[in-house]
């Protein structure tokens, strides 16, 4: 009896050692195919002049660290499961750390770069685009100054990565460095949405439009305010999750989510625009199309009208003894014969 006992402890206690890297794997696979999955659409959707700007190659900068991230979570935390007494390397640990922390301040700084709409860098005065940026510049220094001072004493405080993760684990509540990082990525998010939400109202409300115009305006407005109120959210669960709680796993879980829900943020805002850009330029090569085949069998039909030996008023193409029959099949296949009836029927 004890020893079934002592055996439903033994494995009470394995899965509550691996349920928190289980958790962890399966979310990162969730977020990581829906940014598979975005990314597929991007690259359907763009279209050639959306591919020379600066923010499409940032969106797959942005991609592409999510997946490292995606990759080395993954490894980490299957090692815990597979191989729990034999952890992975301190490289790799600190490296996930590293890709958990920093790329936030990267993707906060594609959202910036829509105030250059906004402020052109080559219309903007000096002093004007100074007192715009100088703000967020110096706060995302701020924050990557924090991050570093927090990840040289992690990885100063011991050489063993068992003791780097207890390390880690012990540290995780109420982190002065985290707990800044956070708050300062707050005031950095506000301060851009806002400047751009402000900016883009006052230069909109002089303007009458309606219906198409004034619904991407709309649309414009509600992805900022949705690729802000998000992270948002997760910004303040972080700050909630690190000063009440000591679960290092949920806090992680919440860290990497919100880096998660900023990439395919950054990434549906760009395939909105990208989306806009392809059903325009679609529409623009149909149109040309028909023009240019309207404009084909309009000659065509003054080529037969008035070729010698044909009947001005008859007219009939098949009736002329200079049309031949490769002639004959290739404009009846395109259909110009269906213009040409009304010589037959002047009715």
């Known amino acids: 009896m004890s020893q079934t006992s ?41 279209t050639q002049e959306s591919r020379k700007r600066p923010a499409f190659y940032l969106n797959i900068v942005a991609i592409s660290t ?16 597979l191989y729990p007494f034999s952890p992975t390397g301190e490289g790799i640990y600190i490296a996930t750390i590293f890709f958990a922390l920093f790329p ?7 959202l910036l770069t829509r105030l250059l709409a906004l ?10 685009f100074f007192k715009i ?19 040289c004493e992690l990885v100063q405080s011991t050489k063993l990565l068992r003791s780097l993760e207890q390390h880690a684990q012990a540290t995780w509540f ?14 950095d998010n506000l301060y851009s949405v806002s400047i751009f939400l402000y900016n883009f109202h006052a230069r909109t409300s002089k303007m009458k439009y309606s ?7 709309r649309q414009i407005v509600f992805i900022s305010v949705a690729n802000f109120s998000l992270p948002l959210f997760l910004n303040i669960a972080q700050i909630v999750c690190i000063t009440t709680s000591h679960s290092f796993a949920m806090g992680t879980m919440v860290l990497l989510t919100n880096n998660y829900v900023s990439v395919i943020g950054v990434l549906c805002a760009t395939i909105w625009f990208s989306g806009t850009e392809w059903i ?12 240019r085949q309207c404009s084909s069998q309009e000659k065509a039909e003054r080529f037969i009208a008035f070729r010698p030996g044909s009947n001005e008023i008859s007219g009939h193409a098949q009736q002329s003894p200079w049309l031949s029959e490769a002639d004959r099949h290739a404009l009846g296949h395109c259909g110009c014969f269906q213009g040409l009836n009304r010589y037959n029927n002047p009715a």
């Open 174 to 187: 109420r982190n002065p460095y985290i707990t800044a990082e956070w708050t300062m990525q707050i005031l």
């Open 66 to 81: 999510a997946v490292v991230l995606s990759i080395l979570s993954g490894i980490t935390s299957g090692r815990a499961i």
């Open 119 to 128: 402020y052109p860098i080559n219309v903007t005065p000096r002093s004007t």
């Open 280 to 291: 325009r330029d679609t529409k623009r090569t149909t149109v040309a199309g028909a023009l």
């Open 6 to 46: 002592g055996s439903h402890l033994v494995i009470s206690d394995f899965i509550d050692i691996i349920r928190p890297p289980f958790q962890l794997i399966v979310g990162v696979t969730a977020l990581s195919a829906c940014l598979v999955t975005l990314l597929v659409v991007l690259s359907v959707f763009s």
């Open 104 to 110: 936030p301040v990267f993707y906060d700084t594609i």
């Open 133 to 151: 940026f100088i703000f967020p510049i110096c706060i995302k220094c701020g924050r990557l100054i924090v991050l570093s001072l927090y990840l």
């Open 211 to 217: 219906g198409r115009i004034g619904g991407q305006i």
